[in-house]
């Protein structure tokens, strides 16, 4: 379960956001994360819930967007969601596709009172 991992990740981010700005309880934390990252929404949320208990960030939302994996063809320039990891471009075949979009993992937001 990498998603514990991450969380612990996303929690030193977070806690360290709300230190640097004196901020005394953290309530919402936004989450870009792509496709091809692999993550379990549900299982992200509930480690980050379990690790947070006792600190700041305890009870904060956890709220995390989904993007969907985007390639663009080198060789033709058409750009569309791939499906089922099929590297294939539908328009003209070529196998060199570009992932323009669903690898991020990142924090883009924290909450703080």
Avoid: W
């Avoid at 569309?80 to 990142?106: P, Q």
């Amino acid at each position: 379960m990498h998603e514990l991992t991450i969380a612990q990740g996303i929690l030193d981010i977070v806690l360290n956001t709300a230190d640097s700005h004196g901020a005394g309880k953290v309530t919402g934390v936004k989450v870009l994360a792509g496709e091809l990252a692999g993550i379990v929404p549900e299982a992200l949320e509930f480690g980050f819930a379990a690790l947070s208990e006792g600190t700041i960030a305890a009870g904060a939302c956890l709220a995390i967007h989904v993007t969907p994996l985007i390639g663009r063809c080198r060789d033709c320039g058409d750009e569309r969601r791939v499906d089922k990891y099929r590297f294939v471009c539908l328009t003209c075949g070529s196998s060199a596709i570009e992932i323009t979009s669903g690898r991020e993992l990142k924090v883009e937001s924290v909450e703080v009172e």
